[in-house]
């Protein structure tokens, strides 16, 4: 939002239907004389909005996302919906309906952000098409500030109205959506704005300005889109005028929908640069397999170029050096051919620390600044393990020879004293990609972070990508760091917080390189926060194989959808390197390059050519939700959920442990385990309430199978196959579209085996 001048648009007309050749005479005048649109064939209705000056947000009964309080003008007419999209209507447009709730006048819902600009898009087509559409005006999603507008319709409370009478929320709803325009409308004939079901919005999600603006379109940059309006499963609160969320453009949910917005087209984004399905080149690759680059490589390493050649600068292992450690030096013309040189030493106290994660040479003062992941231990329940995690910078003068700790760059928003957000850990920066933009005169480090539950099992923790940024000509001097949060670069490095960023908001953990062929960012790696096919949560690092993402802009932080390049899942984890095609390394490559992963027991590398004509297929991976810092949590009840066993026996032996709940800002969180003796034939039902479910299970003997229900409705059978150890999981079951205000139960039914461990992790909003 870019302060400025406000004023005060004419009053709105009332609305009438009229004619469309006579209701664009002048429909981007502010002075036009308004009236609303219908297309009969759809049974679609729109109000005219004309425009207008409101205060957007509150000072009363808000959260910190709703101040401060901002005077916005809209200085155009639009029309906005006089309903949310219904199921019919979709189904007219897009031809098919992925409502939960069914019914032809019930409104859509479990689409994402994307398929609600898709539909919108379509709509512009199809009326253009036949003629109904004057040139120069698009269906679009309505901004934020055009849908808090038209939401008051003059008011200035929580509320439009008499919420019982003009929404459908908890109290009344009966658990489920209702048809649309059952409810009292506001004073300028929209219904449903609350309650019903959210609706999105076209804005990313950012912070208000303050002060006047004219036309806001939200956050330039950012990972979440901004939805409106309260649901049928939340309180009257939820469905204030001023009432703020957002999600990942990729989510869907059973009380997300949308309703379209007819504008100016030089006022919408175009619904069709919304999300590429391809990326803009097409590639080849192949593979082959390396002798081990060194024996002590058993940690991510990068190498770095010094007087022409290629350096790789390590502590060995992944031991905790929290004094003196040995550093090993390897160089040589290219990754492939490296020759040991004499060990080096450094100082790394305060923790374990393992150099060699990124490197600089400042050429003009011959000076080496490493970057180092460092953990140290805090006050854990036993038998965890957890580490908090943090960035350090170090200096050399001698080629690596001996090492100078300069002090912390990059730390958890938590303070070191502190050890958890209610019961909620924050693990902090950890195992990153280091990238010198010498285009933009900044050092990029891409980070994980991960928060975890207090007594929480090592597999229940959420990780995600964050990025922090420090200018060239500061050095990577502490206190000179900045992480990315809701499109700026203003928070500290030191104790800020950070957005969640990356492919597809998971993270993609590899490496950074500029291609100059391409004229486009690449990071190649493999996704922290795909496993298969069925979506399992993050850390189950089953799929392995590797995927690419792209960037026009570093500064914004605009990665693209993956698209993958080699189905490989002998791939592993650390290790990415990415060189020109002969191996060497550089910040650039032209058409071809080198990706280099590297892991114990051997080199794995991959000669990829980037083709300039070719397209190459986004993946679209199962939405984990959104993450991102949001400053008005939602409070919740402590809900309970509960594991049964039906074994037909009076001692069942099931061992069961329920974790407790932990915050993670907006969401809720619950997980337990249950661990059952060797009974063939079981029946478990797993009773809980939440937004999402991740319910894991490992079985014994081979040859069974193993029906799974939700709320009494078959889903789907699976194999069951013997593991000796709880991880991995032979099969996962998750819903992120789950109403949270009732109780859902998943059943699991056997035949010819048995569940032998099994895991869950519930989520509510």
Known sequence: MNPTPS??????????????????????????????????????????????????????????????????????????GKTEVTQAQWRAVMHASPAYFQGNDHPVERVSWH???????????????????????????????????????????????????????????????????????????LHDMHGNVWEWCLDRYGNYPGGRV????GAEAGAGRVYRGGRW?????????????????????????????????????????ARPTALPFGVTVSARTLQQLSADLDYPVRQVVIDGEVWMIFVPGRQAYKGIAPVLRYKGPDLEHLERQPDGTGDFSGGSAHLGCGMWWDKETRTLYGLLHTEYDLDHPPGQGWTAKKTRLAISRDLGLTWTLVGDILTRALPETKDYVG?????????????????????????????????????????????????????????????????????????????RVGMDRRGLYGNTIYSEHLGLYLRIGINIGVTDDRGMPPMGFRDHSIYVSVCTDLARQDWSPAAKLLDDPDNTLFGFTLTDAEGRAGESVGRKLRVYNYWLGGSRVLDVTLDRDGRLPVVEFPPHGAYDYLPNPAS??????????????????????????????HKHYYQGRARVTAVADQEIEHEFHGIEIYWRAVFAPDAGKADIYLDGVYQETVDLHFAETAIPYQFAYVRTDLDPSVAHTIKIVTRGGYVRHLAFEQARF
Not at 214 to 217: A, E, G, N, V
Not at 456 to 467: A, K, R, T, Y
Request: with cysteine; hydrophobic share 40%; charged share 20%.
């Open 233 to 273: 499963g939340n309180s009257a609160n939820f469905a204030r005028a001023a009432y703020r969320l957002s999600a990942l453009p990729e989510h869907r949910g059973v009380s997300l929908g949308l309703r379209v917005a007819l504008v100016a087209a030089d006022s919408a984004e175009s619904p069709t640069a």
């Open 7 to 80: 004023f005060f648009g004419a009053a709105r007309l009332p609305g009438c239907t009229i004619p469309l050749s006579l209701l664009f005479a002048a429909a981007a005048h502010a002075a036009a004389p308004g009236g609303n649109f219908s297309i009969s064939d759809l049974g679609l209705e729109l109000v005219h909005i004309a425009p207008g000056t409101f205060q957007m947000g509150t000072a009363a009964e808000g959260g910190a996302d709703e101040r401060p309080v901002t005077e916005v003008t809209l200085t155009r007419a639009y029309w906005l």
């Open 214 to 217: 004219s036309d806001p379109t």
């Open 636 to 665: 919740g009840d402590r809900l309970e959920s509960r594991v049964t066993m039906i074994l037909g026996a009076d001692d069942p032996g099931v061992k069961y442990r329920g974790n407790g709940w932990f915050t993670e800002e």
């Open 115 to 189: 398929e609600a600009l898709e539909f919108c898009r379509r709509l512009t087509e199809r009326e253009r098409a036949a003629g109904r559409l004057p040139a120069g005006h698009v269906f679009t999603l309505p901004t934020e500030a055009q849908w808090e507008f038209a939401c008051r319709a003059g008011t200035t409370g929580p509320h439009a109205g008499d919420v019982a009478n003009m929404a459908w929320i908890n109290t009344n709803s009966g658990g489920r959506t209702h048809p649309v325009a059952q409810k009292q409308p506001n004073a300028w004939g």
């Open 423 to 499: 019961d909620n850990f924050e693990a902090g920066p950890a195992d990153f990609d280091f990238y010198v933009d010498e285009r933009g005169g900044y050092f990029y480090v891409t980070s994980w972070n991960s928060f975890v539950p207090k007594n929480g099992p090592i597999n229940g923790f959420l990780m995600f990508s964050e990025v922090a940024r420090c200018a060239i000509a500061d050095k990577m001097a502490p206190g000179k760091w900045f992480k990315f949060r809701d499109g700026q670069w203003a928070e500290p490095g030191l104790g800020g917080k950070a957005s």
